[in-house]
């Protein structure tokens, strides 16, 4: 049976290690304008007393929300008492202050250590991360806000913690932003009225929140059709009178939560606007921007999304490996023909070794990935910020990456949790053990937020095609100059070698799938997700290898601290060995690819 402890097991040991000894980012970002006063010792410190938070107050309630789901009475939503007073664990600790800019009140943290704050935050309770996320509409609401409405939203949202919501799919559109209908009509100044009905909507209606902000795509009346004729608008559940006092009651409200497979502590949401009752709102900047400015929340949504599937598999894969070590099962399979040789823990077992090895090195790759990511949003901010001519190079990569960290995480989080469960045998199918939970809560990080094949697209269509693929070759230029290299010497050139390989192939891919546009965009459509696998798969593989050049240096200076550094050099065989040639099969797919699908009839399905 399990223990009695937080289903939540941080790796700190390894978020550190992405931090300080590979990114280094006390030397490239800690204690420069315009982050806050941080230094090494205090960014560890605080990672350590969060951790300590997630572990025990905040995974508390992870469990209780699941059996004791959110209510909906009378349009307000009743959270259960336990993630109450988790939600209070967060804010007394300060933790929605980290990243906020230190004119907010804030402590100005780099994206790096933001990130890595918001794995361990969303590993121990995913559910109650996402009521977390007004702190980014409160920097959205900064950045591209009036004046006036800064001074309206801004203090209190951050003094008296109110949730803030992204609204955008309807019920007919779904993934089709620019199908929505939610119409909006100007009142006068920037205020403006909404009339409409909104869907799956993270975090809608809480009765914890004093007031919720919702950021709403919404179309003016004569705007034109698609996602260019959309504005934002920021729509308060109580009216926000200038100066920041509260008003009346506005006019949105929940009309359904939704029943759903996972994540049932996350209350996801109908909104109603504009029912028998006005549903006012603030056009933002008082400019008709909306896609371009609610894409500053998406790509964070996006962002935070990649990194809760990493942060599950990597809970999950400690707790497999724990189970492992103290569960006594069958002989050692050298032995297995004695009658009287000695049960040992499962670890010892082969199949149990492959699939801890396949959660540790993804789980690992998927956390580089993501903080190499961040790190990359770190230099945007010290180069001026987004959109900044400084800052082009690490802002384009940012943009790239973006598709990976949510498509590969989400998608190959879900496959591996399924190893997860399986090192616990029928144990882990219980709901004794936190797998069966961690699955069907994850399983939706593949589908909001934009599906994987939107992600896919999103990649090819936009990001790559954006600049001619100038972004992407920069990248693999890259991975070519470490394959190329002598990165960690003779003990690592079998890996360096597959990293080459596997980058011919990816070159291959791309240049196949490039020639095949003159026939079809179909082909994009059939083989995109395909080479967003494969283009994930290559980053990280790159980005592991890199990780044990760095381990055996360490190695050699902290012996005390060897079996780490030799978990890392693991990982990056393990995944150069079993992962990579995986991507000359893919080219070959891609190859052989033809649209005899497409041409099938309808009816033959």
């Known amino acids: 049976m399990p223990s009695a402890s937080s289903h939540y097991k941080a790796n700190l040991r390894d978020l550190n290690f992405n931090l300080f000894e590979f990114l280094d980012i006390g030397h490239t970002s800690l204690g420069k304008a315009p982050f806050g006063d941080f230094d090494e010792t205090a960014a560890r410190q605080t990672l350590e007393t969060f951790a300590a938070l997630c572990t025990h107050e905040l995974a508390a309630s992870f469990a209780e929300s699941e059996h004791h789901p959110p ?33 907010l009140g804030g402590m100005a943290a780099p994206p790096t250590l933001g990130w890595a704050a918001f794995e361990l935050l969303v590993g121990a309770n995913p559910a109650l991360a996402f009521f977390t996320l007004g702190n980014i509409l409160a920097r959205v609401i900064d950045r591209l806000g009036t004046e006036s409405q800064k001074k309206r939203y801004l203090p209190a949202m951050m003094e008296r913690r109110w949730v803030g919501t992204m609204v955008l799919t309807e019920p007919d559109a779904g993934s089709d932003v620019g199908a929505a209908r939610t119409k909006a009509r100007r009142v006068e100044g920037d205020v403006w009225e909404l009339e409409g009905v909104k869907r799956f909507i993270t975090s809608a209606e809480t009765d914890h929140a004093e007031n919720i902000v919702h950021m709403v795509l919404a179309r003016p009346e004569g ?29 949105v409200v929940c009309t359904k939560i939704e029943d759903k497979m996972g994540l049932k502590g996350s ?54 490996l724990e189970f492992t070590r103290e569960r006594k099962q069958g002989a050692d399979l050298m032995g297995a023909r004695d009658a009287h040789a000695p049960r ?24 580089a990935l993501a903080l190499y990511t961040a790190s990359m949003q770190d230099q ?60 069907r809560d994850q399983k939706i990080d593949t589908l909001y937020e934009g599906t994987t094949h939107i992600q896919a697209l999103d990649l090819l269509m936009r990001k790559v095609a954006r600049d001619g693929g100038t972004t ?57 997700n395909r080479v967003l696998m494969a283009l994930a798969d290559l980053i990280v593989g790159w980005l592991l290898v890199r990780h044990a050049a760095v381990a055996l240096e360490r190695a050699k200076e902290n012996p005390g601290d060897k079996a780490f550094y030799a978990g890392k050099v693991a990982s990056a065989r393990w995944f150069c060995h079993e992962v990579l040639p995986g991507l000359e099969h893919a080219a070959r797919m891609v190859e052989r690819g033809d649209l ?8 033959s399905f």
């Open 71 to 103: 209510r909906l009475e009378g349009g307000e939503v009743r959270l259960p008492p336990g993630m109450k007073r988790s939600l209070t664990a967060y804010y007394d600790a300060g933790m929605h202050h980290l990243e906020l800019p230190t004119a």
């Open 223 to 251: 705007a034109g059709p698609g996602t260019k004729g959309l504005s934002l608008f920021i729509v308060p559940k109580f009216w926000v009178e200038e100066g920041g006092v509260l008003g009346e009651r506005n006019g």
């Open 267 to 320: 209350v996801t949401s109908e909104l109603t606007f504009g029912d028998g009752q006005r549903a006012r709102g603030l056009l933002l900047g008082e400019v008709h921007d909306g896609i371009r400015q609610m894409f500053h929340i998406i790509e964070q949504a996006r962002m935070a999304v990649g990194m809760k599937s990493m942060a599950t598999l990597s809970t999950a894969y400690l707790n497999a």
């Open 344 to 367: 040992v823990p499962i670890l010892r077992h082969p199949d149990v070794r492959r699939m801890l090895m396949a959660q540790k090195a993804h789980a690992e790759g998927m956390r």
């Open 380 to 439: 945007v901010e010290l180069r001026g910020g987004h959109r900044a001519l400084e800052a082009a190079e690490y802002d384009s990569l940012n943009d790239l990456l973006l598709p990976l960290v949510k498509g590969y995480c989400s998608e190959k989080a879900y496959e591996l949790l399924a190893l997860s469960l399986q090192c616990l045998g029928g144990s882990g199918y219980l709901k004794d053990y936190p797998m069966e939970q961690y699955i």
């Open 472 to 528: 992407l070759q920069g990248l693999l230029g890259r991975v070519r100059a470490t394959a190329e290299g002598d990165e960690g010497g003779e003990e690592l050139k079998a890996e360096r070698a597959a990293l080459g390989q596997g980058l011919t192939a990816m070159e291959t891919m791309l240049g196949t799938l490039m020639g095949k546009l003159g026939e079809s965009v179909y082909h994009v459509g059939l083989q995109g």
């Open 596 to 603: 005899e699908l497409m041409n099938l009839p309808d009816e």
